[in-house]
């Protein structure tokens, strides 16, 4: 099945600080996104992005299929940000009827 | 006017027990899965049902049977509860089209003693 890594698995930034985490997928996706776990444990889907670039606030996100990465970025950085962050893909071809691939997560914990 | 909502929150029970999760959506969405997060967070789709059929299996024991009533839920029961049971299970049910978007519930974390 499709393999999915995440980097860095784990990130801590001061508050206002800008940070990129990036998720690498071992095949071609017709579905990508990214998520975001609160300290709650809630998951909140952030971008649905199988291609090209989307931002939303701070965040934004850009996913290159050709070279088989996405990329989420977070500006000016705040305390609420924290949590994990999950990319999923689904492949291409066939019937996936959405099954989504999980990376491992980026940890990111963000000082006041 | 929760969107897609699960309950139990939390379950404690001891092993051997037989227990049920449920979930349910208002979106609307023909699509519900289940999912098990470990202790490592690590997130694995369980199974999948779109309008009451079932779509994807994984490798799940036998002892997780999942139930559709109708495309608005999605019930998940165990049997014989083990030890390594232990996780948070979400339901999630998709918005079909573009975007593909999956929406989750709150999760539901069982505890087995």
């Known amino acids: 099945g499709i393999q999915v890594e995440q980097s860095p698995p784990d990130l801590i930034l001061q508050e206002g600080a800008n940070s990129t985490l990036r998720c690498n997928f071992s095949d071609s996706v017709n579905n990508l996104q990214w998520f975001h776990q609160n300290p709650w444990g809630q998951l909140i889907n952030l971008f649905y992005i199988p291609s090209g670039t989307k931002q939303n606030g701070r965040l934004s996100a850009t996913t290159v299929a050709t070279e088989r990465y996405s990329l989420l970025y977070i500006s000016s950085s705040q305390t609420t940000d924290s949590g994990v962050y999950f990319c999923a893909v689904g492949p291409s071809g066939g019937t996936s009827y959405g099954k989504l691939t999980f990376g491992q997560g980026t940890i990111l914990t963000v000082h006041p | 006017d929760t969107a897609v909502s699960q309950t139990p929150k939390y379950l404690v029970t001891q092993m051997g027990n037989d227990k049920s999760i449920k979930c349910e959506q208002n979106l609307g969405h023909d699509t519900m899965y289940w999912y098990k997060q470990d202790s490592k967070k690590f997130l694995k789709i369980m199974f999948s049902y779109n309008n009451k059929e079932l779509i994807i299996n994984e490798t799940v024991p036998n002892r997780f049977s999942p139930k559709s009533p109708d495309k608005a839920h999605l019930n998940l029961h165990i049997n014989s509860l083990e030890l390594g049971d232990s996780a948070v299970y979400f339901c999630?049910?998709?918005?079909?089209?573009?975007?593909?978007?999956?929406?989750f519930g709150p999760g539901t974390r069982l505890l087995v003693l």
């Open positions: 999630a049910s998709r918005e079909l089209g573009i975007p593909e978007t999956q929406y």
